[in-house]
Each structure stands twice: as structure tokens, then as C-alpha cells.
């Protein structure tokens, strides 16, 4: 990597001198990788005036899931939570960065029961009273990405459905407060998710990750779910980016809908649960940008 001057400016873009921005963070870096690990490229460190960006898509992202948590109801379709977040995201001055993605017709992903991920709202698609059910939106404000999904339930849910829910949200939350700065691998985020599903009698799908997100919605690096055998970046204050595990009821398996595309489901057609956070990295632990 090169070598930069005292008075040069900064990589990070901050306007801010090299010795007085990012100077001791390489530093550290330098010293990480000479002890053999694995550390991220400046091009996965975000400055303060793009994280700040991106705190304020994630408050119009949770503004928005608020909005249709007070609106979601049994004898709905998901089509209306579509309309609902068009709207929200219009009258906000933002917009979907899932309308359009590579095709993807609609404003929001809604999965519901057996659907793990990328479920298309649809005048079809009903709620019903014990569903459980997944959405999953990306906001786009002011030029900046955040990521959230949160669980819903409708009315009275079995017990098995409600546990796969708490249960995965926990996987999230203890891989959250796992983050040491400098210290935590990937790798480390990985293995507290897998073990907590595994220990509830549940398995994590591995098709989908996490990813960087911020100046664009999917970015380096992928945030798996599971730990690997390769060596994975130790995490590093100016990262950003989303953990959202997939937890199932049954075994890890999938289909792709070969009809729309998008739609992937449990292959046993058992239930299948998400919570996904958009998260900053500092010098001390984590911020939430979006939950
Ligand atoms: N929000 C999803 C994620 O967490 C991505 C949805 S892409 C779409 O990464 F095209 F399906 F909307
Ligand atoms: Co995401
Ligand atoms: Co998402």
C-alpha cells in the first residue's frame, strides 16, 4: 500500500490532513497485518460525512418499518405494504433501492412464512392470522444506502414461530455485541450465529450474507452467517455494513421460484425467519444506522 505524507490529504476524503485523519489508523492496521491478520482495504472504511449520510437514510429506513408495523394486519395483502412504502419513501424525499435492482419490480421484499428472502408483494399474497413474515427494506436518501428487515407476526402465532423469531433475532443481537474493534473477525460473527441456531435446533442459510452498504446498497464485504475456513477481515472502525441472518425451522435448504425469480423458499417448505441491521463500526464498539 502506499506510503502517505503528513501534509498530504487524507484517502478517507475528509478534507482533513493525513496526520490528523486516518495517520494512527494505519498505523494500527500495519501493526494487525504484521501479526498475519486479515485486514479490511480503505476502500471498505467510510468518513464521517458518508456515515453521517447514511445515518440519516437509516432514519427514514426505520421510520419506515415503524410505519408498517403499526399498519400490518391479518386479511391484508402485500401489495398494500408495497403502496405503503412507496408512499413513505416519496413523501421522504427518498427512494427504494430495491425498485428496479437488477428487475426486481416492486419497492420492498415481503417473505412470509416458508419464503426466506425476496418475496415480491403481490394482490395474491394475503395475511392471515398466525402468518409470520418478513420485510426487508433498503432506502436510498440524499445518495446514501441503509439496510433493515424486521420480523412481523400476525395475530396469534405458534410458539414454534414465535421461538424461530426470537431466535434469530437474538443470533443478530449477540453477533452485535460481539464487535470489538480491531479484535472481532467476520469469521467470529460467523460462528455466534450458526452456534446460537444450531443450539435452538435450528440450521442458518448460506446462499445469502450480509454485505458492505452505504454509497451503494450491496458493497464488500460479504458478512456470512456461518464461519469458513479461509482467513476473514478483522473488523475496523469506518466499516459499514448489514448482518441479517436466515434462520429455518428445518434444514438450511432452498429453491429459487424458477417462475419470478427472486422468490426462494425452504426447501421443506418449513418456516423461515430474517433480521437484518445496517451498522457503523467506531473507535469504541457499534452504532445501529438502521434497525
Ligand atoms: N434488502 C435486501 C438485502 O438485504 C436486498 C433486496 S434486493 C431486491 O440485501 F432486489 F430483492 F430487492
Ligand atoms: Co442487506
Ligand atoms: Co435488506
Redesign the pocket.
Known amino acids: 500500500m502506499r506510503v502517505y505524507k503528513d501534509s498530504e490529504y487524507c484517502w478517507c476524503k475528509s478534507g482533513k490532513y493525513y496526520k490528523d485523519c486516518h495517520k494512527g489508523f494505519d498505523q494500527k492496521c500495519e501493526i494487525l497485518r504484521s501479526l498475519g491478520r486479515l485486514v479490511p482495504p480503505h476502500s471498505m472504511i467510510k468518513n464521517e460525512k458518508q456515515i453521517e449520510g447514511i445515518r440519516q437514510a437509516g432514519i427514514v429506513n426505520n421510520g419506515l418499518l415503524d410505519i408498517i408495523g403499526e399498519s400490518i394486519h391479518a386479511r391484508m395483502t402485500t401489495e398494500e405494504i408495497d403502496r405503503i412504502c412507496a408512499k413513505f419513501l416519496k413523501e421522504h424525499d427518498a427512494e427504494s433501492a430495491?425498485f428496479h435492482?437488477?428487475g426486481?419490480p416492486k419497492h420492498i421484499?415481503t417473505s412470509k412464512n416458508d419464503v426466506v428472502c425476496?418475496g415480491i408483494p403481490s394482490d395474491y399474497d394475503i395475511l392471515n392470522e398466525g402468518d409470520i413474515i418478513n420485510v426487508?427494506a433498503?432506502s436510498v436518501y440524499k445518495g446514501y444506502y441503509a439496510?433493515a428487515?424486521r420480523m412481523y407476526m400476525i395475530g396469534e402465532v405458534k410458539p414454534i414461530a414465535q421461538k424461530l423469531v426470537r431466535v434469530t433475532k437474538e443470533c443478530l443481537e449477540l453477533a452485535i455485541k460481539a464487535i470489538v474493534p480491531w479484535e472481532t473477525t467476520l469469521n467470529d460473527l460467523g460462528r455466534i450465529i450458526e452456534q446460537h441456531a444450531r443450539k435452538n435446533g435450528f440450521s442458518v442459510v448460506r446462499e445469502y450474507c450480509g454485505?458492505g452498504v452505504g454509497l451503494s446498497?450491496?458493497e464488500d464485504p460479504f458478512v456470512l452467517h456461518y464461519p469458513i475456513k479461509e482467513q476473514t477481515y478483522t473488523i475496523v472502525p469506518g466499516m459499514v455494513f448489514?448482518i441479517?441472518p436466515m434462520i429455518n425451522e428445518g434444514l438450511r435448504f432452498i429453491t429459487l421460484d424458477p417462475k419470478d425469480g427472486?422468490t426462494v423458499r425452504t426447501k421443506d417448505k418449513k418456516l423461515s425467519a430474517q433480521w437484518?441491521h445496517t451498522l457503523v463500526v467506531t473507535e469504541s464498539g457499534v452504532e445501529i444506522l438502521a434497525d
Open positions: 430495491d435492482y437488477e426486481y421484499c425476496h426487508d433498503t439496510d428487515s454485505h446498497m450491496h448489514t441479517e427472486w437484518e
